[in-house]
């Protein structure tokens, strides 16, 4: 069966600092992955798709990037975090060109920038 | 754009009642329509996936229903428990590779013993 793992579960880190969230998946091959983010009172929030290894495709311009240095791995990161960079993210995957058997979502990084 | 919209934002309700939260999008032209469950700090867990060509679809309590023309999607919750209270999303996909993948703001539910 299929798993996604994401970590860190929280994480509190000062403004400027860099940030590195990972996530993998097991159990299948070349599926899409995506990084939403939910802001407090929001809805969640398209960051980063990926259909393949180095191929990354941004919804929002911000401080954050992405990369797929795996198949099946998937990492956010920033080099200087901003207050607005917190915020709940998700890391989530479906079958490469299959949407139809819907998301599979991770457990979620609270990220606080403080 | 696809624009997905959820009603009410929140809902409190006495153990047992059967209720039903709303899912409206405005482009009737979606591959599939999946409702999650969120729970406080946690990530979504898939409730029920419901493709374009399906009416409804059921998983124990709950029951999914859909209506492509009318761009509208109703989530029933038979018997209530104290164990349903989270947050519930409804999210609209619009072709086939994921990327316009959209979520509804969700509706809080209270369920209260």
């Known amino acids: 069966s299929q798993t996604i793992h994401q970590w860190p579960a929280t994480l509190v880190q000062p403004v400027g600092s860099p940030l590195s969230l990972e996530c993998t998946v097991e159990?299948?091959?070349?599926?899409?992955l995506y990084w939403y983010r939910q802001a407090a009172g929001r809805g969640l929030q398209l960051l980063f798709y990926?259909?393949?290894?180095?191929?990354i495709s941004s919804e929002v311009p911000q401080n954050l990037s992405a990369s797929r240095p795996q198949d099946r791995q998937f990492i956010l990161s920033s080099k200087k975090l901003l207050l607005s960079d917190s915020g709940f993210y998700l890391c989530?995957?479906?079958?490469?060109?299959?949407?139809?058997?819907?998301?599979?979502f991770g457990s979620g990084t609270r990220l606080t920038v403080v | 754009k696809q624009e997905v919209t959820q009603i009410p934002a929140a809902l409190s309700v006495p153990e047992g009642e059967n209720l039903v939260l709303n899912c409206s999008f405005t482009d009737s032209a979606i591959y599939n329509l999946q409702w999650f469950r969120q729970d406080p700090g946690k990530g979504l867990t898939s409730l029920l996936l419901?493709?374009?060509?399906?009416r409804e679809q059921t998983s124990g309590r709950l029951n999914a229903s859909l209506d492509k023309s009318s761009g509208r999607s109703t989530l029933y919750i038979a018997a209530s428990q104290p164990g349903d209270s989270a947050t519930y999303l409804c999210a609209v996909g619009s072709d086939n590779y994921g990327q316009n993948f959209v979520f509804g703001p969700g509706t809080r539910l209270s369920v209260l013993p």
């Open positions: 419901i493709q374009s060509s399906q």
């Open positions: 159990g299948t091959s070349n599926p899409n």
């Open positions: 990926s259909v393949g290894i180095g191929q």
């Open positions: 989530a995957w479906s079958v490469s060109g299959e949407i139809r058997r819907g998301y599979t």
